[in-house]
């Protein structure tokens, strides 16, 4: 029964604290991507010694394990990579550059659930740009499977969303046909197999089941990257292959920061920046495909006028 009491006037709290004009709220976030699969690929390619895997394996892991701070008010939030040392200036090349900044990283997340629109500001070779777009309307089934994260109760949602080409973490290893008995290989992949290019090596699905833990006990629509929409703040994203876990959540913090979207770069929409993004992509692709050829791998960026 004490408990019982503790409980409630616990959550009374938390509701009057938010319901306060000046509430503000901090999430910190760890997201972790598998590679499993592409290890797995890449032991089965004769011409990848141990070391060249062992490297690409190493690189992966620290483009894709990174951590976040979620800042947030009842109306709008700001996510952000969190600041530390980043492995990969070490080296890595261009492709893992890349594959840093777009496998969650790089810039402010900014989402505003109000006005259901958001700013995230991205730098793509040299250039500074500032997307601006809706949010998804994410279209929560609503589960009745609960469970306990950080103390909080937390309830399940699932959605099916379409797969974004341009964030590394949703690629996958292409399938391998002939493995299955499905003919004789490719004939470019055949003569490619000398090269290492991870870009030659991936497909990207069309959709994916997204699932989702929320917690009714901090009533805000808010979670991180661009998930919302749910009655509560998002504890867990799971894609099937990138697992966002929040491991911290501090309400009314001493600290306040100010949550506002990015001002600086050149304007775009999401679509927009997603061509020329694949279109970069391709460029690397023949680049790397070109190793000891004419290209330098310097190249331009334009867009719009």
């Given at each position: 029964?004490?408990?019982?009491?503790?409980?409630?006037?616990?959550?009374?709290?938390?509701?009057l604290g938010i319901m306060a004009q000046d509430f503000q709220g901090m999430a910190v976030y760890e997201s972790k991507t598998s590679t499993s699969?592409?290890?797995?690929?890449?032991?089965g390619n004769k011409s990848m010694t141990p070391d060249m895997i062992k490297g690409i394996e190493e690189?992966?892991?620290?483009?894709?394990?990174?951590t976040f701070i979620l800042h947030f008010d009842k109306s709008a939030s700001i996510y952000k990579e969190e600041e530390k040392l980043d492995a990969l200036e070490q080296g890595g090349g261009t492709g893992f550059r890349m594959m840093s900044s777009f496998s969650g990283g790089g810039g402010t997340y900014y989402k505003n659930v109000k006005e259901q629109s958001y700013t995230v500001?991205?730098?793509?070779?040299?250039?500074?740009?500032?997307i601006k777009d809706t949010l998804t309307n994410m279209k929560w089934k609503m589960e009745a499977e609960t469970r306990l994260i950080g103390g909080y109760n937390c309830y399940?949602?699932?959605a099916i969303m379409p797969v974004s080409k341009t964030d590394f973490r949703n690629f996958r290893p292409r399938e391998d046909k002939n493995a299955k008995g499905e003919g004789s290989k490719d004939k470019k992949l055949e003569?490619?197999?000398?090269?290492?290019?991870?870009?030659?090596?991936?497909?990207?699905?069309?959709?994916?089941?997204?699932?989702?833990?929320?917690?009714p006990e901090i009533p805000v629509s808010q979670g991180p990257?661009?998930?919302?929409?749910?009655?509560?703040?998002?504890?867990?994203?799971?894609?099937?292959?990138?697992?966002?876990?929040?491991?911290?959540?501090?309400?009314?913090?001493?600290?306040?920061?100010?949550?506002?979207p990015a001002s600086k770069g050149k304007v775009i929409s999401q679509k927009l920046f997603d061509e020329t993004m694949i279109q970069k992509m391709e460029e690397m692709r023949e680049m790397y495909r070109g190793r000891g050829g004419s290209g330098s791998g310097a190249t331009q960026i334009r867009i719009g006028n």
């Open positions: 029964m004490t408990k019982l009491i503790f409980s409630i006037a616990l959550m009374l709290s938390i509701h699969d592409f290890k797995a690929r890449m032991e690189r992966m892991k620290k483009a894709f394990e990174k500001d991205k730098e793509l070779m040299g250039k500074e740009f500032l399940k949602a699932t003569e490619g197999e000398k090269k290492s290019s991870i870009l030659d090596m991936i497909e990207v699905p069309k959709e994916q089941t997204i699932t989702a833990w929320y917690t990257e661009g998930y919302w929409g749910l009655p509560g703040l998002i504890l867990e994203v799971n894609d099937g292959k990138t697992v966002i876990l929040c491991s911290k959540v501090v309400l009314n913090p001493k600290e306040k920061v100010v949550i506002k």
